[in-house]
């Protein structure tokens, strides 16, 4: 049955992913010239085939700049830990891609330039030391012909949990042997929790810190983790969830192997059949209707910050100038690589034709990128762990949550 091949082919991935990994965790694209008349740029990528829309720009700009632009690319899932570790040694990257919840601990360290500071008034004020380049959007994705298929409505797919849960459901007893209803990838418990719960969730206004109560209430996510461990114990869920890289269930929904799954827009650039017809895209699904889109989160996409200890700030600055240029975000949104949030304007977007970008990950009107996370970085791990104590049924889910509160409350009642 293709049901058992496809387990089969999942732990021969699992098996495999950490001999792959040695190979491309990190590459470093050197051009002929000296390190004295080099930038460093530290990137993030999915795999080291792939040529960026990014890298081509810098290959162009590379011809005519005084200093050339060494890009240095690491592999999403080891990234953020070998940038710490490059941070606290002689190797320091002059420029560099940063995970927004680590921008405190970078910001106490003094290790961030105020680059926003060097560019022009224009430049989106947001976040002081280094620069929101382009803003995530996160979707539901399901393939169409998988709908049809099993009797579902493809222009109507589902918008609360209820309602994926009952139409993931139905993809797997349909197509039992074939297709699975839906996903999760949760072997990082950080990126797989921070992007399906936390990031998917606030931009419909749901988040576990409340601003201007100053206040923590994980209990908002308690129907997220009925809905999510009922159709795991319907097996409506990809086997091996908590032990799957995001890569791995990208290429599982390519080959038709699952019927739904939530990504962002950046996921969706390195989808393997982005291409083809049958992808449908729609929003989130919520539980709380009345909250949707009215609490525009926006989550950042790509951050971009300068080693506060590099020599040749002046080239850097002219190089963050290109980056942030409308010429740039407008090539890098075409491509499908990002949505860039400097210098171009939303309608502009939304208008533009022959794009990679589906025009259904745009942000809603008036979603602006500003911080919301209140930082924590000491009991982070902890929040994660709790995470996936609940979801694999270690946890009640009650339980779970409330420690949360408790801890997090307590911590900032203390401050």
């Not at 002689?90 to 910001?107: A, G, S, V």
């Not at 209990?219 to 990809?238: A, C, D, H, P, T």
């Amino acid at each position: 049955m293709k049901i058992k091949i496809i387990s089969i082919m999942i732990l021969i991935c699992l098996l495999m992913v950490g001999c792959d990994n040695k190979n491309i965790d990190t590459q470093t694209m050197v051009p002929k010239d000296s390190e004295e008349n080099t930038i460093t740029f530290m990137v993030k990528v999915i795999d080291d085939k792939t040529i960026t829309p990014l890298e081509k720009l810098i290959k162009e700009y590379n011809r005519t700049s005084s200093k050339k632009i060494v890009l240095e690319k690491v592999t999403y899932d080891k990234y953020q830990y070998i940038l710490n570790m490059k941070m606290m040694s002689k190797d320091k990257p002059n420029i560099f891609m940063i995970d927004e919840d680590w921008l405190q601990t970078y910001n106490d360290k003094n290790w961030l330039l105020p680059i926003n500071t060097y560019l022009s008034e224009k430049a989106d004020k947001s976040f002081d030391n280094v620069i929101p380049l382009s803003m995530r959007t996160y979707r539901l994705i399901y393939n169409k012909d998988i709908f049809k298929e099993v009797g579902l409505d493809w222009e109507n797919p589902p918008v609360t949990l209820e309602e994926l849960y009952k139409d993931a459901i139905k993809i797997s007893e349909m197509k039992i042997g074939e297709s699975y209803g839906f996903a999760l990838y949760l072997k990082d418990k950080e990126s797989g929790f921070m992007s399906l719960l936390e990031n998917a969730n606030k931009m419909n206004g749901i988040y576990y810190y409340d601003k201007e109560k100053d206040n923590y209430d994980f209990g908002i996510y308690k129907e997220w983790f009925q809905v999510m461990r009922k159709i795991n114990q319907q097996s409506g869920i990809l086997q091996y969830a908590t032990k799957l890289k995001k890569d791995n269930v990208l290429k599982q929904f390519a080959e038709s192997n699952i019927g739904m799954m939530i990504i962002s827009n950046e996921d969706y650039y390195w989808l393997d059949n982005q291409e083809d017809n049958n992808v449908g895209i729609s929003s989130v699904p919520i539980w709380n209707q009345e909250n949707m889109n009215n609490n525009n989160i926006g989550i950042p996409g790509m951050l971009i910050g300068v080693n506060s200890k590099s020599d040749s700030i002046d080239e850097i600055v002219e190089f963050c100038k290109a980056l942030t240029s409308r010429e740039w975000g407008i090539y890098m949104y075409e491509k499908g690589y990002i949505i860039p949030t400097y210098n171009v304007q939303l309608e502009e977007l939304d208008e533009m034709l022959n794009v990679k970008t589906p025009k259904q990950f745009l942000p809603h009107e008036g979603m602006c990128v500003y911080e919301t996370n209140k930082e924590n970085k000491e009991y982070e791990r902890q929040r994660f762990d709790i995470y996936f104590d609940i979801i694999t049924g270690e946890r009640p889910i009650e339980e779970g949550l409330n420690t949360l509160n408790g801890i997090m409350n307590e911590i900032n009642d203390s401050n």
